[in-house]
């Protein structure tokens, strides 16, 4: 007999803290309580700010008031009252719980206590630790809808952005287009007057009946050269503008010095020499999207020319390179408009950062430049200070060139 008391209590006991899954747990405890110790009844409910909250029975469907017993129950103690007169009703308190078990009127009280009492302290520990992973469970649920719905919102903002950028960028693009189309009708403006005495020319002979066959030629290939000059400016601004993501090689010592060509107009306007200080004698050449060198190197020239008109600044010059260093190739620009700040030489490739009026600049013009070099064109762009002024240089793979 005491034997078997003794089974029936390790069983009851080994039923507890099986599982951190609530419902799991007391499932397996009332199903070993019920099989045990013959009670007809098992239930389980938790209490959360008096309030009750079913969570699992098993046995006869029975009847009772719950708000009556726990009016009349005490708290970390078993409380035996009748049910329905013949059979007992055991209502074990926890601190955060409470079980319900109905037995027969047979059944042995005090050691149904007894396994209760023993039990107490190891209930109390599983049903906390079930209840605490529980609360774990539902803030992890709520910090992922959290980081779910923060991911959401970033991706928007980030969206935003880009979409911003882009804005952005093409409105760099066009002012850029802008002063390209400025340099254009400089550029234009000599072989068209070239072109336009030699007709005047021409006409006049003919109308004086003075016009050899060796002066009409004459004029004619002068006319076909200037042509061909006028033909190749447009070329130059028809690969700036063009907007294909289609990569072709290019000669790099030809695409510098097309940027130069489109910006000398202004330059010598402004009277800024331009000095060719090298130039690497091999071809080097380099696959790369249309346009997209020449908007680097003409922004940064574009920023030259803003420098030298804030700075007073006389016998102003503009030199530029490439040569080939090993396994990359080295474009440099420099000048002597008095340099950058040294407070802000590590922000001038940040987005939005600018030195010039809002209504000048937007601080997007060199993040492109640092974007397309680095991402585009996988290479390296960065600024030092020199003694007089400012120094690009712009270093690109040399691996990624073919011949």
């Not at 990569?247 to 510098?256: A, F, G, P, S, T």
């Not at 922004?299 to 030259?304: G, P, V």
């Not at 990359?328 to 802000?344: P, Q, R, T, V, W």
Request: hydrophobic share 40%.
């Amino acid at each position: 007999m005491i034997l078997n008391k003794l089974s029936i209590s390790y069983k009851c006991q080994s039923s507890i803290g099986n599982s951190l899954k609530l419902d799991e747990m007391i499932k397996e405890v009332l199903i070993t309580f019920l099989e045990e110790t013959d009670a007809m009844h098992g239930s389980f409910y938790l209490l959360t700010n008096e309030l009750c909250e079913y969570v699992y029975s098993i046995g006869k469907k029975v009847d009772y008031d719950i708000e009556e017993l726990l009016k009349k129950s005490t708290k970390n103690k078993i409380n035996i009252f009748k049910y329905k007169k013949c059979l007992n009703l055991i209502f074990y308190r926890l601190e955060k719980s409470f079980f319900i078990f109905i037995y027969d009127e047979n059944i042995d009280v005090n050691f149904i206590k007894l396994i209760f009492e023993s039990l107490r302290k190891r209930l109390d520990i599983s049903i906390n630790s079930c209840l605490n992973v529980k609360d774990l469970e539902e803030k992890n649920l709520q910090l992922n809808n959290l980081t779910s719905n923060l991911q959401i919102e970033i991706n928007k903002a980030v969206q935003l952005n880009k979409e911003k950028d882009k804005q952005l960028f093409e409105q760099i693009k066009m002012a850029q287009m802008g002063e390209l189309i400025g340099n254009i009708a400089h550029q234009w403006r000599q072989p068209l007057s070239i072109i336009s005495t030699i007709a005047s020319g021409a006409k006049l002979k003919k109308e004086m009946n003075s016009l050899e066959d060796n002066d009409f030629y004459e004029y004619m290939n002068k006319i076909v050269d200037n042509t061909y000059l006028l033909s190749a400016t447009i070329d130059e601004f028809r690969d700036y503008i063009k907007d294909s993501h289609e990569e072709k090689e290019i000669l790099i010592q030809e695409r510098v010095r097309m940027a130069i060509k489109i910006i000398e107009p202004s330059f010598i306007m402004d009277k800024i020499e331009i000095i060719e200080e090298y130039m690497e004698k091999e071809a080097i050449y380099f696959r790369l999207i249309s346009g997209e060198l020449l908007q680097v190197l003409i922004q940064i020239l574009n920023n030259t020319k803003d420098a030298f008109s804030e700075n007073n600044i006389e016998n102003k010059w503009f030199k530029y390179s490439v040569k080939k260093d090993g396994d990359k190739f080295i474009i440099s620009l420099e000048d002597n408009a008095g340099g950058i700040e040294f407070g802000i030489m590590d922000k001038i490739f940040n987005p939005y950062f600018t030195t010039k009026h809002q209504k000048q600049g937007t601080g997007m013009g060199l993040y492109n430049c640092y974007n397309i070099v680095t991402k585009h064109l996988r290479g390296k762009i960065y600024a030092t200070n020199t003694s007089v002024g400012v120094k690009f240089t712009i270093e690109l793979p040399y691996n990624k060139l073919t011949a």
